[in-house]
């Protein structure tokens, strides 16, 4: 059974998948838009909110206070975020996981649905902007997404997990709108090195 975040976050997680997948060996040092974040710390990073928002779904809690290393130590990481997503879409597919208030978040529990939603896409994007891969986020995704994080900004930007939003055109593209919105620079490329 699928309600609309779920199918939201199966249509992220197909194009996500393919950018965690083009990920090199050689380009996990690589800086990221997240400037606190390598491409291996993002890796990291949003394995982390993929597996913990799995229990969130259930209206468990999950513990972000420290990051496990997903990646390295010889783990087929890449085959775990193919799974792991498929979990994560079915967690939130499932019988009531859109109603109440989450218990470990105390937002309702369709906010923070958006919230693993704007993680996986706009993580993705990073991750291709980082290692030089293309990136088309999920199209019906996009005006969910902007309309609640423009409701969550100004508390992202006091938990400093959103930056100063970005300025944009006013013709800019939705999904230009919601990098901006957190703070990114949709223009973003890795430095030069010399």
């Not at 380009?27 to 997240?34: E, K, N, S, V």
């Not at 890796?43 to 468990?60: P, T």
């Not at 800019?172 to 010399?194: H, I, M, N, Q, Y």
């Amino acid at each position: 059974m699928t309600n609309e975040i779920s199918g939201l976050l199966e249509g992220a997680a197909r194009a996500a998948r393919p950018v965690v997948r083009g990920v090199r060996e050689g380009q996990l040092g690589a800086p990221t838009p997240c400037s606190e974040y390598d491409v291996r710390a993002l890796l990291d990073h949003l394995m982390h909110v993929v597996v913990s928002f799995q229990a969130l779904a259930a209206k468990g809690t999950a513990d972000f206070s420290t990051t496990p290393g997903y990646v390295g130590g010889g783990s087929d990481w890449r085959a775990r975020f193919d799974e792991e997503t498929a979990r994560l879409v079915d967690a939130w597919a499932a019988p009531g996981a859109l109603e109440g208030t989450s218990q470990g978040m105390g937002l309702p529990q369709r906010t923070v649905g958006g919230m693993v939603l704007g993680d996986l896409t706009v993580h993705a994007w990073d991750l291709a902007r980082a290692t030089g891969q293309d990136f088309t986020p999920y199209e019906p995704s996009l005006p969910v997404l902007l309309e609640g994080w423009r409701e969550l900004a100004p508390m992202g930007r006091k938990m400093n997990v959103f930056g100063e939003p970005f300025p944009v055109p006013d013709d800019a593209s939705l999904f230009d709108e919601l990098l901006a919105l957190s703070g990114r620079d949709p223009g973003w490329c890795p430095p030069v090195t010399a």
